[in-house]
């Protein structure tokens, strides 16, 4: 799934009540991409893109979805305001792969297994920010999985506050007055309101 946030959304996650009652682990990554400012009060959307309509590479015996933005000679049909790197990259044991380095702003983040960036050990969900355009090499020890991400330096810095984010602290205090009084469009099917955090 991928939302564009934009001037404002409100979403709901629910782990629909089968799969809650039957139990099991669960998986997953969720991430942030700040609009450039130029696009911050674009209109905001949801788009469902089936793991299939994922384009999957294979480089180096190493198996890799490009799920936004472009690598490895491939292109996700998510829609992004500037370039992209975000890919989900499986590794057998003693396989390699080079991080593309035409990517601005860069980072590797192991999710799973056991893997060497340049030849170091790498801490599992800790994320390496890479040099710009410097050889990069992953080398999976064991059976692994690690995320490649970056794309373009953003235009400037950007504030969090709950969920909100923006390049502007005034904004950030319009949308909370926004969040309040109700003024974001309800997730259908829902009745439960959050309140602001204290």
Known sequence: NWM?????????ERTPPGVRSAGGPAFGIQSWVALPKAHEETAPAFFHHAKASLPMVEVDGNSIRVIAGAAFG????????METLYCDVEMAAGSRIAVPAEHEERAVLPVQGSVTVNGRPAEL??????????????EAVSPSR??????ERLDG????????VSSSKD????????????????????????????
């Open 4 to 12: 564009t946030a934009g001037s404002g959304i409100a979403h709901s």
């Open 74 to 81: 491939a292109r996700a049909p998510v829609a992004t305001f």
């Open 125 to 138: 969900a800790q994320l390496l920010v890479l040099k710009p355009r410097a050889e990069t090499i992953i």
């Open 146 to 151: 690690v995320l490649l991400l970056g794309g």
């Open 157 to 164: 810095p950007r504030f969090m506050w709950w969920n909100f």
């Open 171 to 198: 904004r950030i205090e319009q949308a909370k007055a926004d969040w309040q009084a109700g003024r974001f469009a309800t997730v259908p099917g829902e009745t439960e309101f959050i309140p602001l955090p204290e």
